[in-house]
């Protein structure tokens, strides 16, 4: 098993900055690669980011690349997403994520642990 916990969303205005942590426990945090996920309104769970256990590698979204930063942690257990250039478009309630073997995919539904989610609204 492994607890999720998000912190850091908020409202802020388009253009703007926002950095998302994650915090996790209940497994070596340094053997897990981590995602950002979100969902917004009406809308599928998608996928974000990604960061390898290492964190030697990171995967985006399309729609967040050049934008957005995934970068962890390892002696604080702790994952970070830094938003900038927000869109309204970006408006979800954004996920940290692991799979339970600990490995990294870059699609939503593959994932099995999730946190309770941090809403972030951009607005125009």
């Known amino acids: 098993q492994v607890q999720l916990v998000e912190s850091g969303g908020g409202l802020v205005q388009a253009g703007g900055s926002l950095r998302l942590s994650c915090s996790a426990s209940?497994?070596?945090?340094?053997?897990?690669?981590m995602a950002w996920l979100r969902q917004a309104p009406g809308k599928e769970r998608e996928f974000v980011a990604a960061?390898?256990?290492?964190?030697?590698?990171?995967y985006y979204a399309d729609s967040v690349k050049g934008r957005f930063t995934i970068s962890r942690d390892n002696a604080k257990n702790t994952v970070y997403l830094q938003m900038n250039s927000l869109k309204p478009e970006d408006t979800a309630v954004y996920y940290c994520a692991a799979h339970r073997l600990g490995v990294l995919f870059t699609t939503a539904r593959q994932y099995d642990y999730w946190g309770q989610g941090t809403q972030v609204t951009v607005s125009s």
């Open positions: 209940g497994r070596t945090f340094s053997s897990i690669a």
């Open positions: 960061i390898t256990r290492s964190g030697g590698s990171t």
